[in-house]
């Protein structure tokens, strides 16, 4: 028998909650200080090492003590040009080890070349060399946002890898959003759109007049561009509605990813396919002004583009989640009034350019703020590879051993939760929208100790793949200081590089008594003198360095590191 | 026999206003809460997410409408004479052998089309709906089992482990913690991916944290850091301590099971675990073209089947079994029509699996009431509302006092008798009668004004229209009434043509019928 448990008024209960309750907000948390959320005036303050690292941070996969010294001798519209510059793209991806792939001899590149029938190896190898690719260039960025910002438009424009499956459609779209990362929304926008990859990914390939598939058209609203608002009716999300998605997948019928392993011998592409289209009259919502759209072929995708990033809300949804990759999750009514809308106000001024916008962003008193510096936890790309970076580790020279390393590298990053074209969905990865932990889900037990373990080997030196030991160097690191010879200024000014906010006196004297256990401040600054008096002798060297790594260590198992 | 104990002092808890925030029951006072907990308690629920949307009609199959499937869905019906029958009209997808002979041993029950009003089709305002236990209106942040966690143990992490609490108190097995076990600010499940391979982490060198963002960040990673370490050490312990004899296979899930399986017998005082299974989200390939028992759907169902199989089995050899429930989630079922790509686009409601030694055993609910002619963006219509089911499952399998759960879900729900008496022997192939009230409309199909009739004990009544995006759109009666028989006359006119699903809720059952305008 079924029961109405407890109260009996189930009938008040539903009116009431009916009527009473809408979605609503939870309150933002204590107020941080009075000068937080500041504004997106351009910043006039202070610019001296720690607001560049603190620009370097964000925008690259890391920077060495000699990259920011440099660059804090320019200004800070200078630095951004420089972070903001057209660049050419990296040289295509290579065959570097298999010797049985007829048409691509080992140093050439496999883009756009045919495969061999049930050759697996052949597969296997190529998305090994895409791996590899894609991890030198992120140790290859440099000075320069670009590319964080392809990872931050493939979490946003996401396809995933195990299910496109075919290297060279993820590398020609991996490329298309680097080549576009700092150009038009809208043409992004366009170009995904139609990508062979994404077609694939999110069945546009499979949208016909006959049986309309509505992934795309769902995602691309509420994902890509618009965002889904509350729920004001029935199928109603305020910024769009089903009715919408059910003609949008209309309006986008037709179109094919062509070269997938490069079938019928042709190379990575979309085509238009007339009678596949549903040629009939489509009628959006009053969420797009009831827009009627009539037949336009294969050019009515951009057409309802065009509808779509009409409205007001898309700047604001597109701020809002560069605003959560390069400063912070947290977006408070006043960072929403503050920041975000003057942001998307620049976003729309200037027809959806991302350079403009990105550069108010990374100039403005907000970004220099004390409550913008140190909250971001690092993702585990951001991790591993500011750690190869930022620390110099040495790798080889030749292109074939460089992408021995990288591809082995690739492998690394599965357990810390994050590979680069695997996020969980088509939402991306958690931490950049999931309430209420955000940049916390990169953070759990499991992980945890795979970051301490990471850096514990990385500067033991027992990190070694193909006979190359990979580690740094701190007797070549200190050297760079200003203050290497006393213990306390040098703890604190490589906190000042490895950390984004200053330690406390406590924990300086802390990791002294690592450094230097028990002893006298000047034991270092003879030991130290003792090795630079005597750089060949090795017995020295050794005993200094050993020191050194034990510190590093220390710092780099402490959550201070974690945080960007 | 019955295990339920009521509470102690329940008095003045209900009264309390526990929608501060937007989030229940942070302003709760817990000392209400914590007599309202069964010390002596040991169950263990354990939750397996089918992530991605699973098409329900193709797992636990309604022969009496394979006519309907046959005709909409065509291109991926399982063969009649491959289905594995349970019961005169359903059936279980070929590939879940092992669940089939759980079902035989009563080991398993299946509530039928499970959901909520207004079913949003969106994959993670769904997952958040189901991981909150929220109305589909409304935005909570916490999660079903994170508020019921937080009224217990407030402080939380703060002093904890401690010596009465010194296990976790939820676990998730893989890298990410659960959002069904978050709270206000903390989230109350671990997440470990090997229990056999826990190492101390270094938490030294701390210093003050400044008032800021970045302080704030910085106190999450060392509270992290500590507890990790605290927890790791008892886990640890019960992982070497626990024995798991059975041979799993390798799936994910099967890895995951085995952990868990491991860490009970341990002994860890763990209540809750969290299992994933991806991949549910068949819009394409869902089945091999022409053989439609096998493809990607088949995988996934195998695998589960075989994984849940082999848990059960471990446990029974363990003498574990009584203390263990385990059910499955997933965020939508699938449409009732197929797509032309051999796959399914998102749906509505969708059954849930229960097995353990401890459930009723059998089917719990009608057959799914489909149109006989569904359109493009029909789902299941919904029969039980999920926050039922797990207002059930908290009831009676953890004991907790039904006001407590009313305030978990800030609303009264309909209790499912998914959890009976342990170690019975036969199934039931329809569990609670439905006998409490019969209803349906005439005419129908009908062009403008119809005539619901229903025949119902009395009491509370709600009768509403659901179009067949599972969205309520109309309240056709929504009072108390006498018991007896009452025709209603419901107008009609402003609804476009198509398949619609009344749906009738009282005190003594639920009853969903298909009606057709023209």
Not at chain 1, 434 to 453: D, F, G, H, K, S
């Amino acid at each position: 028998m079924f029961l109405v448990s407890g109260n009996k008024e189930i009938i008040d209960y539903i009116s009431v909650y009916e009527t009473q309750y809408t979605a609503k907000k939870p309150e933002t948390t204590a107020p941080f200080p009075s000068e937080c959320p500041d504004t997106l005036d351009q910043y006039t303050g202070i610019w001296s090492k720690d607001q560049v690292a603190h620009l370097l941070r964000r925008t690259t996969y890391g920077s060495t003590i000699d990259d920011i010294r440099k660059a804090a001798m320019i200004s800070m519209d200078q630095l951004i040009d420089i972070l903001l510059e057209e660049r050419p793209l990296p040289a295509e991806p290579i065959n570097y080890y298999y010797d049985g792939d007829p048409a691509v001899p080992i140093g050439s590149t496999w883009v756009d070349r045919p495969y061999v029938r049930d050759n697996n190896e052949l597969r296997v190898s190529r998305r090994r060399s895409l791996a590899g690719w894609t991890i030198g260039n992120l140790l290859n960025g440099g000075m320069h946002i670009r590319e964080k910002l392809t990872l931050f438009w493939s979490n946003h424009f996401v396809t995933q890898g195990s299910v496109v499956r075919d290297p060279n459609f993820i590398y020609y779209n991996n490329n298309l959003l680097r080549a576009g990362a700092l150009g038009n929304f809208r043409t992004l926008v366009e170009r995904v759109t139609v990508n062979p990859a994404m077609l694939r990914y999110l069945n546009g390939n499979q949208n016909t007049r006959n049986s309309p598939n509505e992934n795309y058209a769902r995602e691309l609203m509420e994902l890509f561009t618009i965002g889904k608002g509350t729920l004001a009716a029935p199928g109603d999300y305020t910024t769009f509605t089903e009715q919408d998605v059910t003609e949008g997948a209309k309006i986008l019928t037709g179109w094919i990813d062509t070269g997938f392993y490069y079938r019928d011998n042709q190379p990575a592409g979309s085509r238009f396919i007339a009678n596949r289209h549903d040629r009939s009259t489509k009628q959006l919502s009053h969420r797009f002004n009831n827009a009627v759209v009539t037949n336009q072929n294969s050019s009515e995708y951009k057409f309802l583009i065009d509808i779509i990033l009409q409205q007001d809300e898309v700047a604001r949804f597109i701020c809002r989640k560069l605003y959560r990759w390069f400063v912070y999750y947290d977006i408070t009514d006043e960072v929403e009034s503050l920041i975000i809308e003057p942001m998307a106000k620049i976003f729309r001024d200037n027809d959806y350019e991302v350079r403009p916008v990105l550069r108010a962003l990374l100039s403005s008193r907000h970004f220099y703020n004390i409550c913008s510096v140190g909250p971001m936890i690092k993702n585990p790309i951001d991790f591993i590879i500011n750690h190869f970076v930022q620390f110099e580790i040495p790798v080889p020279e030749g292109i074939i051993e460089s992408y021995q390393i990288w591809s082995r590298l690739s492998a690394v990053f599965e357990g810390f939760g994050m590979v680069y074209y695997e996020p969980p969905d088509v939402a991306g990865w958690k931490a950049y929208y999931q309430e209420p932990l955000y940049y916390r889900t990169w953070i759990t037990a499991a992980t945890l100790p795979l970051r301490q373990a990471f850096t514990n080997i990385m500067i033991s030196g027992q990190a070694k793949i193909r006979d190359i030991i990979l580690t740094m160097d701190p007797l070549n690191m200190i050297a760079q200081l200003d203050n290497p010879y006393s213990p306390d200024a040098l703890i604190e000014e490589l906190a000042s590089y490895i950390y984004p906010v200053s330690l406390t006196p406590a924990q300086v004297a802390f990791l002294k008594e690592v450094l230097i256990p028990g002893l006298p401040d000047f034991e270092w600054t003879v030991e130290y003198n003792l090795h630079l008096s005597n750089p060949e002798d090795e017995a020295t060297r050794r005993s200094v360095d050993a020191k050194l790594r034990v510190l590093l260590t220390t710092m780099l198992a402490m959550p201070e590191y974690y945080l960007s | 026999m019955k295990r339920r104990k009521f509470i102690r002092d329940a008095s003045g808890f209900i009264s309390v206003p526990f929608f501060i925030r937007g989030l229940p029951m942070t302003a709760m006072g817990s000392h209400h809460l914590r007599q309202a907990i069964d010390e002596d308690n040991d169950k263990i629920l354990v939750i397996i997410q089918m992530n991605g949307g699973n098409d329900g009609l193709n797992t636990i199959i309604p022969l009496d409408k394979y006519d309907i499937l046959g005709n909409v869905r065509s291109n991926i019906l399982i063969p009649e004479s491959e289905v594995l029958n349970v019961s005169d009209n359903m059936g279980l997808h070929p590939s879940m052998s092992g669940l089939m002979s759980l079902y035989d041993d009563a080991q398993m029950t299946v509530v039928q089309d499970v959901g909520y009003p207004n079913q949003n089709r969106s994959h993670f305002r769904s997952i958040d709906i189901w991981t909150s236990g929220s109305p589909a209106e409304l935005v909570w942040t916490t999660g079903w089992l994170g508020r019921y966690l937080e009224g217990l143990y407030p402080d939380y992490p703060i002093d904890y482990p401690n010596d009465e609490y010194p296990d976790p108190f939820a676990l998730s097995i893989g890298s990410i913690v659960s959002e069904t076990c978050q709270g206000t600010l903390v989230n109350y499940s671990l997440a470990i991916s090997d229990p056999l391979s826990i190492t101390p982490l270094s938490n030294e060198g701390q210093g003050s944290t400044p008032d800021t963002p970045y302080g704030r960040e910085l106190e999450f990673l060392r509270t992290t850091i500590d507890q990790a370490n605290a927890y790791g050490t008892v886990i640890s312990a019960a992982a070497e301590m626990g024995s798991s004899s059975i041979e799993y296979g390798d799936s994910k899930l099967a890895r995951q099971l085995q952990a868990i399986a491991l860490l009970i017998s341990g002994g860890l005082g763990t209540k809750i675990y969290i299992a994933n299974i991806g991949g549910f989200d068949t819009h394409a390939n869902q089945v091999e073209q022409g053989t439609t028992s096998t493809g990607i759907h088949a995988a996934l169902l195998k695998d589960l089947s075989d994984a849940v199989y082999a848990f059960h089995e471990d446990l029974t050899s363990q003498g574990l079994e009584e203390r263990v429930l385990t059910m499955t989630f997933s965020e939508f079922g699938r449409r009732i029509r197929s797509n032309g790509s051999n796959g399914t686009d998102h749906g509505t409601a969708a059954p849930m699996m229960f097995f353990g030694s401890c459930v009723s055993g059998g089917i719990i609910g009608d057959s799914p009431t489909l149109p006989d002619d569904p359109g493009v963006s029909d789902g299941v219509p919904m029969q039980y509302d999920f926050r039922s089911v797990y207002g059930s499952v908290l009831q009676d399998w953890f004991d907790i006092d039904v006001s407590v759960i009313n305030a978990i879900f800030n609303a009264p729900y309909t209790y499912i008798p998914i959890v009976n008496r342990c170690n019975q022997t036969t199934p039931t192939d329809n569990i609670p009668s439905i006998s409490g009230i019969e209803a349906y409309n005439f005419p129908n199909p009908f062009e403008r004004l119809t005539t619901v009739a229903i025949a119902s004990k009395g009491g509370p009544i709600r009768i509403s229209l659901f179009n067949g995006m599972g969205h309520e759109i109309d309240i056709i009666l929504d009072r108390t009434i006498a018991s007896g028989e009452l025709e209603i006359r419901y107008d009609g006119s402003h609804l476009v043509p198509g398949n619609y699903f009344c749906r009738v809720i009282s005190n003594y059952g639920v009853k969903v019928f298909g009606m057709i305008k023209v």
